[in-house]
């Protein structure tokens, strides 16, 4: 088996895994949420969320880009100086303990500012809490970040997805049971980082995943810094880019416009879901072909991901773009159906994201994250400069078109930058069959009109689409060797035959 195959398998191995815990995740965040929106006022839940919001950009700011950083740095210098592991973990921790101690002091002291800013007066005090718990998610940042780096996704599915959602759930729940106030949710939100940070703290210990030692090495604590602060404000546009379009549709528009909005936009970001789960592990795991040199071998195990992700995006893809007012009717009611033309230019600019595959990421792997920086910059001006001319005249319609195209552009400079400087694209010949069968099959339907408003009449026709796409798929022989091995280690691990399946492969491989 080929080292690309080898990869491929690992990223599959961890993908799954992530996903699985992404959709925990999801659930009990959904959860917790419905019972502090039902339990407290609207203008409670209100603060409670700016609270979130600001911390997570101080979050941003905190982590100092560390968080996208650490897996590549860890499996380099796995590669090339194991010796020098425990000096970079042991740095990291420092910096980050010392830059989350300022930034949660300075949102103590500025949050009267912060009310001001938003007119809220209660965001004082729960700004002054809430701001406790940043050390604690900073640090379990870090950690998490750096078993990353060891090829581990287990932390991150175990500790961020699963645990801390659950003590989270738990706590609000007990909360309402015993009827707190509500300062009593930002107690419950420190008890939860913390009691999340300790816990990860003890099972790295407990398997000795690595060994830190107190120590600081400026030089290496520099290098590190520089490489990752172009990724931190890369977090601070992507955010920009997140709620920039509600932000001027609020000033344009109104509140109503901007909720019938926010029925669109959580439904598209479920696009790139997959995409999401496969970055987990996939820095790691690549940065250690690209010290051996293995540039080949890194442009295959893209190549090969990048399809799998596309066809596994394509089902969520579709539903969306060709049935979106029975998707928001379903989910959100009838009433929010006219954000229907919003969802699908939506839609179509997460699957362009999507399709292009992790370009970002690999980046990142070669050692050039000021390009993510350049191109997310592109991105956010033009994603104004567009809000600016359509929002006015054509509302969330230009919102979403806004928003289409500033990932539009990241993605084609992304790409651009790094087939120039390493010969890497997603482009093989059975990747760009499916590709051309999926288009055909989507404007074929498209020009039928078959947009219904019931999800139960859009079923039936979603089936018999991706049917007769998996058809198409494996008449034209867009089946590769990676995805047959693949196949064949899922046969091995879940113990079961699927020699009928193999059987048709072949005939098509």
Known sequence: MSEASQALQKIARGTGIVF?????????????????ARY?????????NLALTVLNIAL????????????????FYREREPSKIG???????????????VITVLLVLGSGFAARVFSEERLVYALKI???????????????????????????????NIVYPIVWLVLVVLMAVLGLPFTSIFWMYILTQSAVFLALVFEVHRI???????????????????????????????????WTDTLMLGYYKGSEVVGLYNAATP????????????????????????????????????????????????????????????????????????????????????????????NGMTLIVIGKPKLNMVGDTFAVVSNISLNLALIPRYGMVGAAVATAVSYFVANVFRSYWLYKMTGIHPFSWNYVKPLG???????????????????????????????????????????????????LTVEKRLGINLGRIKKILRKFV
């Open 130 to 160: 809430a701001a406790l718990a940043l050390p604690f998610w900073a640090l379990t940042s870090v950690v998490v970040a750096v078993s990353r780096g060891f090829g581990r996704v287990r932390e991150q599915v175990y500790f961020r």
């Open 87 to 101: 000096d970079l973990v042991s740095t990291a921790l420092v910096i980050v303990a010392a830059s989350s101690f």
């Open 437 to 487: 069968i999926s288009f055909l099959l989507l404007g074929v339907l498209k020009w039928l009109n078959l947009d219904v408003e019931d999800i139960w009449h859009a079923i039936p026709v979603l089936v018999v689409f991706l049917a007769v796409y998996a058809l198409l798929v494996l008449l034209s022989r867009s089946i590769d060797r990676e995805d047959v091995e693949l196949l």
């Open 267 to 358: 439904l598209a970001r479920l696009i790139p879901i997959f995409l999401g789960s496969a970055s987990v592990i996939y820095s790691p795991i690549v940065t250690s072909l690209y010290a051996q040199g293995k540039i080949g071998e890194m442009g295959r195990v893209y190549q090969i991901l990048t399809k799998w992700v596309f066809l596994l995006t394509l089902p969520i893809f579709a539903v969306m773009f060709l049935f979106p007012k029975a998707t928001i009717s379903f989910l959100f009611g009838e009433k929010y159906v006219s954000a229907a033309p919003a969802l699908q230019i939506l839609s179509l600019g997460f699957m362009f994201h999507t399709f292009l595959g992790l």
């Open 208 to 242: 000795r995943l690595f060994n830190v030692k107190p120590s600081f090495d400026p030089a290496l604590g520099k290098k590190l810094v520089l490489f990752s602060l172009p990724l931190m404000f890369v977090g601070i546009l992507n955010f920009l880019m997140t």
């Open 20 to 36: 699985a815990g992404t959709i925990i995740s999801m659930l009990f965040g959904f959860l917790s949420r419905a019972v502090i």
């Open 40 to 48: 407290f006022s609207t203008g409670e839940y209100g603060v409670f």
């Open 60 to 75: 941003v700011v905190a982590t100092l880009g560390f968080q996208n950083a650490l897996p590549r740095e860890v499996a």
